[in-house]
């Protein structure tokens, strides 16, 4: 008969190995954030500077780079860093659209963006979006440490106003990523509820393996640019 101690001492034995392995998943994750970020960054920094004289040229009285506060690992805000392609005081516009059109606020409170915006910087703006080069200055934010490539996208604290605290918590577990699982098969074709369903079914299965296909679909969702508005 196996001693009440021995138990005890199984049991933490295997929960050791749990969460030794758990750390070095996540120190692995972290060493392919790094090298992977850096290589981009330095391959496209002639893109980014193309990018940033064209917003300049386009919208001279903005600046070029756009921070928000976003939820990041376990509920913890960061500015998230992306290319500017709204014009100047695009929340105030926003918010009198809101206020004076009701079927722009129907729409934006059902997938918290609107298909024909009118704050988006003509030409360049638009083209950022639907590309999905206006996300690359979150390489920054992979470098730093405040998000991962892959995982779910970072939020807006005011956005979870109508979902449970679990949805919260559960999405705020990982660090938020550049691309993830609801970029490469629905993205703006669907519900802001179902982008929520679908970060929340990305992180019970999270795999790194699952990490790398979800890099390589996102290069043939930007080629072809699939759902992008």
Not at 114 to 130: A, C, E, Q, S, V
Request: aromatic share 10%; proline share 4%; hydrophobic share 40%.
């Amino acid at each position: 008969m196996i001693s009440r101690e021995t138990k005890i001492q199984k049991g933490q034995h295997m929960q050791t190995m749990i969460e030794t392995k758990s750390k070095t998943k996540q120190i692995i994750n972290r060493i392919f954030d790094i090298i992977f970020s850096a290589i981009i960054l330095i391959l496209l920094f002639p893109i980014f500077l193309i990018i940033a004289i064209l917003i300049k040229i386009k919208s001279p009285k903005g600046k070029v780079f756009f921070t928000q506060n976003r939820l990041g690992l376990n509920g913890k805000l960061f500015k998230v860093y992306k290319f500017r392609t709204m014009i100047p005081d695009a929340e105030k516009v926003l918010e009198k659209l809101l206020q004076t059109d009701t079927q722009i606020r129907e729409e934006y409170l059902i997938y918290r963006k609107l298909k024909t915006d009118p704050r988006i910087i003509p030409l360049i703006g638009d083209f950022l979006r639907r590309s999905s080069l206006d996300e690359l200055p979150q390489f920054f934010n992979v470098l730093t440490g405040d998000m991962s490539i892959v995982g779910p996208r970072p939020y807006i604290e005011n956005e979870f106003f109508k979902h449970p605290q679990s949805s919260i918590t559960s999405i705020t577990s990982v660090k938020p990523g550049i691309t993830g699982l609801w970029q490469v098969t629905e993205r703006n074709t669907t519900t802001f509820n179902g982008r929520v369903e679908t970060d929340l079914e990305y992180i019970q299965q999270k795999t790194f393996v699952g990490d790398i296909k979800i890099i390589c679909q996102t290069v043939l969702v930007m080629v072809f640019r699939k759902g992008a508005y």
